[in-house]
């Protein structure tokens, strides 16, 4: 089942119980791997609070920067979302099996 959700009312909640999960944007299959929260970060009063989705790609091609639409078997964003492909967290770099492969970037504020 699939819930078409405005980028404007994605959460943090939307995102926490789909770590570990498979997520398709264009033609590639990401691994969500983290859900940060910032609320340091965010503004009195804001519809939610600031957060980031960190994925890794395991196979095929990177994805260049740019905006795609993000889809889950429970969840389908509306909107494309700006992702940016960024250096590999330090974090995930130990196990060397993760330092090769792309990370990504999506953030909300």
Known sequence: MSDRVEMRDLSAEHFEPLVGEQFHLADRVLELVEVERYPRATLPRARRTNFSLLFRQAEGEPLMSGQYRVRHARIESADALRIERIAPPARF?????????????????
Do not use: G, L, R
């Open 93 to 109: 770099i130990e196990p060397a099996v993760y330092a090769d492969q792309p990370f990504y970037e999506i953030a909300f504020n």
